[in-house]
């Protein structure tokens, strides 16, 4: 797999920081919504879904939010499979334990080289599931 390095248009979009935002990072590079909009799509799905205890999608999201705001894409559960097994053709927003990153044509696009891990004899992140995102023709 390659890599590419973005934040997904959080610094143009007016925010700053780097952490807690990879749902709506890899959900904007996916889809192609910018940043804002899809940040605060998952602030008010946060609130709506935790009766206001949560207030931002700022320090993180929660998967039953992420999976709501996903509705309509296809989820492939996963198990014994890692990143690297994913397709090398399509556009996939990857589910790791604590990280969703965005997977285009077989190239991670993250704000940090997420494709190895310490944790695994393969060096590649175990996958929870990924979701198929169709971009149109």
């Known amino acids: 797999m390659k ?6 248009g959080r610094k143009d979009a007016g925010y700053r920081g780097t952490g807690g935002d990879c749902v709506t990072r890899a959900i904007a590079i996916a889809t192609c919504e910018s940043y804002k909009k ?11 879904m935790t009766g206001g205890l949560e ?8 998967g039953p939010v992420s999976h709501r705001y996903l509705n309509g894409y296809e ?10 097994d994913l397709p090398k053709r399509g556009t996939y927003i990857a589910c790791l334990p604590r990280h969703y990153v965005a ?3 077989g190239t991670v ?4 080289d997420s494709r190895e891990s310490k944790r ?11 979701y198929i995102i169709n971009r149109g023709p």
Do not use: F, I
């Not at 989820?75 to 690297?84: D, I, P, S």
């Not at 696009?109 to 940090?112: I, Q, T």
């Open 75 to 84: 989820l492939v559960l996963t198990k014994g499979q890692y990143l690297k």
């Open 3 to 8: 890599y590419h390095r973005t934040d997904g």
């Open 120 to 130: 695994t004899k393969c060096k590649s992140p175990t996958m929870e599931g990924y």
């Open 55 to 62: 207030t931002s999608a700022a320090n993180g999201v929660t």
């Open 38 to 48: 899809v940040r605060d799509a998952l602030t008010e799905l946060t609130q709506e």
């Open 109 to 112: 696009h993250d704000s940090w």
């Open 103 to 105: 997977v285009l044509d």
